[in-house]
């Protein structure tokens, strides 16, 4: 065993993640484009394939269809697949096993099957991505009953969150942030396994609460940095998973600033930001000092050239600027 | 055309798509290309071969290798330049980039960057040109790997079914990404694949474009009289990795150096005598200026202006 806490990548973090779940689980299996030889496209999987063989980890065909259809029959059936979804946007070929199977085996066997599986996938723009390239699809998956869905936005809750979805009964969708891919931090190597849920305070603050996940996380605490100059004091909560949402962490510090916004990448119209501002406004009415504010992209699908992406994609500078539209 | 013209013709065609995804290389390089791009270095003689048979009226759908589809259509360099530079003046404002441009002036239905998705469109484009009865015909360029998605059989057995006139190509490059296709499917010949859907399957070496342009014209033929479509299997290889930061550590050693020397421009230049190799370099200096050309009127072009990234959503 390594040394317990390490600095590294977050991307080296899956890959400790994906590693552990090969050694604690004897069931789980790992499949998806590129994964065993090659070691995966951005490296999640280097050297499983070396370690643990063909039995455990092997490619699939560009079947997407198939292979997490084939995920959900293994996992009703005593596996615990892993499954991986090159970029976010090729879920969208497989959506019915995702929604239609995946999703409702519990509910619709009454329980006496499950679905204990876990895709992992990346999302978000990058520099040049294209439009099918770049989807945030967090909306998509929060929004189907049935399914987990974690967004970790740090080394290690790439790493923690990885390892509660493997060990989780239900169908659990982890998208991670390709544009965080190299940040690196601490991770906890031999921490327990937690349960799968919980938000965290990244930043305590008093005069009003930014909610943001994923790439926009890391860019909240920036923006919180630069306020703080302007004597605005953030706190800053990443919920980390979408389902279950730990809505009570975001409804006590809203309770406390008075004050909301919740900064995604993905889309506005639909986005899961307006999940929250809903909930916002339905339990903590009262305590809000200023209107809800969203930072989003606006509904423009993502444009390739950085001059325009520039204007589309959401940054720490509009997060900034929300929040000082409602102290105002 | 003299046979040795019609050589010359090809061999200028395909420079032309090498040249440009050469020069590409060093603008990405130099910082002047955002993002990745796949090329289609040592595939160009399929693009090419089918190309020299299609009338104007054509429909062309590609993957996100699609540059040299694009050029073999007759796609202006300008803009194909100014689009993988994300900048205005190219053929898609900077939207779409490398791997998912399109080029409505040339009846270039667009490259798709997700796998396997252009064969459903290209059987609707069919579909248009089945109604339109001007026997226009729709081909549709895959990978290997695409063929094993499941939006690839559900078209091609609607285009058979509706015997569309739809020409799907396969592009074998052996890789689908970083594995072989051999070990994603159990069949030697993708082509035999046809059989399954009751229409002609051939499998053709697709780095001669004479041969490529044979086989696409007794398919388009067939479309055109109304038979149906036709699956054709051109076996190539990638003389570059999957995407222009693709390292190959996945390749054995060796294997790309025994491909170029029988890539499809080397291969015409080791048959020619002294006479067409001075014609052929001839070619090359002037696609060379032209690609220069070409890129200076690219780069003269604005990066695309912020207050436009909104237009287009709708009609
Ligand atoms: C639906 C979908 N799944 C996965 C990918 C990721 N991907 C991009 S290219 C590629 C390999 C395609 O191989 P092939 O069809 O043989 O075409 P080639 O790249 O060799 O031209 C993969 C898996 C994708 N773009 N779309």
Not at chain 2, 269 to 274: L, P, Q
Request: hydrophobic share 45%; aromatic share 6%.
């Amino acid at each position: 065993m390594p040394d317990a806490t390490q600095t590294i990548s977050y991307i080296q973090a899956v890959q400790h993640g994906l590693r552990w779940s090969l050694e604690a689980l004897d069931d789980t299996v790992i499949f998806g484009e590129d994964v065993a030889v090659p070691g995966g496209p951005f490296g999640a999987t280097k050297n499983l394939h070396r370690d643990f063989g063909s039995d455990r980890i092997f490619d699939t065909p560009i079947s997407e269809t198939a292979f997490l259809g084939m995920a959900l029959g293994a996992a009703m059936t005593g596996l615990r697949p892993i499954a991986e979804i090159m970029y976010a946007d090729f879920m969208f070929v497989a959506m019915d096993q995702l929604v239609n199977q995946i999703a409702n085996t519990r509910y619709v066997s009454r329980g006496t099957y499950g679905a204990p599986l876990v895709i992992r996938t990346q999302q978000g723009y990058s520099s040049g991505s294209c439009a099918q390239h770049s989807h945030s699809i967090e909306a998509y998956i929060a929004h189907t009953p049935g399914l987990r869905l974690a967004v970790p936005s740090t080394a290690d809750d790439a790493y923690q969150m990885l390892r509660a979805a493997i060990v989780s009964d239900d169908p659990v969708v982890v998208a991670e942030a390709r544009m965080l891919y190299p940040t690196k931090g601490e991770v906890r190597l031999d921490a327990p396994v937690e349960p799968i849920g919980g938000g965290r305070i990244t930043r305590e603050g008093a005069d009003v609460t930014v909610v943001a996940w994923s790439r926009m996380a890391a860019a909240a605490l920036e923006a919180a940095e630069e306020l703080a100059a302007e004597g605005i004091d953030v706190e800053v909560v990443d919920p980390r998973w979408l389902a279950p949402l730990d809505f009570d962490l975001i409804a006590a510090s809203v309770r406390k600033t008075g004050r909301l916004v919740i900064a995604h990448e993905a889309n506005l119209t639909g986005g899961f930001g307006a999940e929250i501002a809903a909930r916002a406004a339905e339990e903590c009415f009262r305590d809000l000092r200023a209107p809800i504010a969203r930072v989003g992209a606006p509904d423009v699908p993502t444009p390739a050239a950085p001059a325009l992406q520039a204007v589309v994609i959401p940054s720490a500078a509009d997060v900034v600027s929300a929040v000082r539209r409602v102290v105002r | 055309m003299s046979a040795v013209g019609d050589i010359v013709h090809m061999y200028r065609e395909m420079r032309r798509i090498r040249a440009f995804e050469d020069r590409l290389m060093d603008l990405k390089a130099g910082g002047e290309v955002p993002g990745s791009m796949h090329l289609t270095n040592g595939q160009e003689a399929i693009a090419v071969g089918v190309a020299s048979i299609l009338r104007p009226d054509d429909y062309v759908t590609a993957t996100y290798r699609g540059h040299g589809w694009a050029i073999s259509r007759g796609s202006d360099l300008t803009g194909l330049f100014a689009e993988v530079m994300a900048r205005s003046g190219g053929v898609n404002g900077g939207r779409a980039g490398s791997p998912y441009f399109s080029d409505a002036s040339i009846n270039f239905l667009g490259e798709n960057s997700i796998v396997g998705a252009g064969v459903p469109i290209a059987a609707g484009a069919a579909l248009s040109a089945q109604r339109h009865g001007q026997g226009q015909v729709s081909v549709v360029a895959i990978g290997d790997g695409a063929t094993n998605q499941g939006a690839v059989h559900e078209a091609l057995n609607l285009a058979a079914a509706l015997t569309l006139p739809m020409v799907l190509v396969v592009e074998n490059n052996i890789y689908s990404e970083m594995v072989r296709i051999k070990d994603m499917t159990k069949i030697d010949q993708l082509a035999i694949r046809a059989e399954g859907y009751g229409i002609p399957g051939v499998t053709i070496d697709g780095n001669d474009p004479h041969l490529v342009a044979a086989a696409a014209a007794e398919a388009v033929e067939r479309a055109r009289r109304g038979e149906g479509p036709t699956l054709i299997e051109a076996m190539t290889q990638r003389l570059v990795g999957h995407h222009s930061g693709d390292a190959q550590h996945y390749r054995p050693r060796g294997e790309v150096a025994e491909a170029a020397l029988d890539e499809p421009l080397q291969r015409i230049r080791n048959a020619a005598d002294a006479a067409l190799l001075s014609e052929l370099d001839a070619v090359d200096a002037e696609v060379a200026a032209e690609i220069e050309r070409a890129v200076d009127a690219a780069r003269a072009t604005e990066l695309p202006d912020p207050n436009t990234a909104k237009d287009h959503v709708y009609a």
